[in-house]
């Protein structure tokens, strides 16, 4: 096959991985941080906008930006961009771009004698892009909800009840809003969409994985849904391009890239998908009953399914996987690295520090408990954010770190019942999968082995295989994801960390008394 280019646009950072598939090797890996780069030109913190009343954004002209000077970042290692004969991508899931009119126009001529942002100006029907974050379209949920029916028909239609963070509830609240704005906008685009547009300089739509986030897919027949589209805004359907198939390639590289950067004009764009169906895939979890974790800005659990499972406890979510045969059912925390940041902080710790802290307490941290609620939660659904602490003395930084811990890995085994998957292994990825000493107590917890992949970057790893998968079939030499992934992760699973079977008993007997304090303080 060939060398072929991953990309990841997440909350905090734009990340590109090529890999050689011939070689079976790893050539770069490379991430521009958000903050890092842009936090005075467009005043985001950890990635993102707080509007207020859970309105959480990010501007979408600062994800041009950091692909552009990810790509310029790539190059500059010496990895050569003209060999790279494929890409795909990850976006961060549910956010949407408001595009107007112009901007189709303005994708297909874009000139690389100037810098791209100079030539995106004109193009945004709204400035910022809701994201996964924002928890402010309660109401938007219910009213869509009653449009299609009810609650369980909105779940049988697209596989998930109504989520505050959805593509459907944020559009939805847009148009009311701002209706005409919503008037103005030309296309409606997911972070992983119009990312892949910017390449292909046309508008590129979305896959069934990235699509079912959106509240506004058929989860069976993977294309837009008439109720849905109907009881979410006037006219969306025409904002909306159709779903296409996950290995259906939406074009080349637009001229843009190769006079600028040194691509191949040929080089093959195939759908970019959601963060999470494409860490489904550089995990590796091909096979139904396979499980991860990803410990990232959020902390998500997700299994592959063989057939769909419908999450009725309106707590799990339900995703097309991009290898288009299989499933994938998740749950997302959104006190993930945010709540362990909190509690680092609080305390004046390094990652170093938490560790010890985890080192120096005993599993079970001899029966004090705390909710993890620094932010509002997802999962159980928590609209007034306070963290709850139980017989445990807030003066005392390492029981408050193994707190919290504890709180994340019994409430990713409690919420994750649904899937009716018995775990008996996870893969991690995400920036805190680096940290062992947490990685020990979710072994514990799970009972299970956790495997760890030398790189944190499974979402663009799993989007440098689709582009390798997809370039192969286009090509008329379709191979199995089995061998497209395997030397991948076979070259980079490092040693598991293996539960310690003395601490079962100790965190079976804690699972109820966890679940009880939870029942006590969610309110949704
Ligand atoms: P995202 O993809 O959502 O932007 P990442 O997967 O890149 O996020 O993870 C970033 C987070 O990883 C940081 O916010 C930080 O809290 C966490 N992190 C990085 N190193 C460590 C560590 N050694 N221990 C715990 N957490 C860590
Ligand atoms: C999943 C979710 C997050 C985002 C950002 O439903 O909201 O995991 O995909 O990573």
Known sequence: MGNFLGLDCSTQSMTGLVIDTDAGALLAEESISFDEHFAARYGVDKGVLDLGGGRVHSPPLMWAEALELLCARLRDTGVDLGRIEALAGSGQQHGTVY????????????????????????????????????????GQCRQIEDGVGGRSLLLELTGNTAFERFSGPQIRRFWQDEPEAYERTGCICLVSSFVASLLAGRLVPVDPGDGSGTNLMDIRTRRWSRPALEATAPDLGRRLLPVIPPDAVAGTLSPFWSGRFGFSPDCRVLPFSGDNPCSLIGLGLLQPGQAALSLGTSDTLFACLGEPRLPETGEGALFASPDGAHYMALICFLNGSLAREAVRDRYGLDWAGFSRGLAATPPGNDGAL?????????VPRVTRPGVVRQDLDEADPAANVRAVIE???LSSRIHSEWMGVEIRSLRVTGGASENEAILRVFADVHGCPVQRLRTTNAAALGAALRAAHGHAKASGEARSWEEVAEPFLRLQTAAPVEPDPANRGI???MLEGYRELERRHARG
């Open 407 to 409: 709180a994340q890995a």
């Open 99 to 138: 595009l107007n009119e112009a901007a189709a126009g303005a994708f297909g001529g874009l000139d690389p004698d100037h810098d791209l942002t100079e030539q995106l100006a004109e193009v945004f029907s709204r400035p910022t892009a809701p994201i996964w974050m924002d928890t402010s379209t309660s």
């Open 370 to 378: 705390m909710l993890p609620w620094f932010e509002e939660e997802i």
């Open 507 to 509: 965190y079976d007997g």
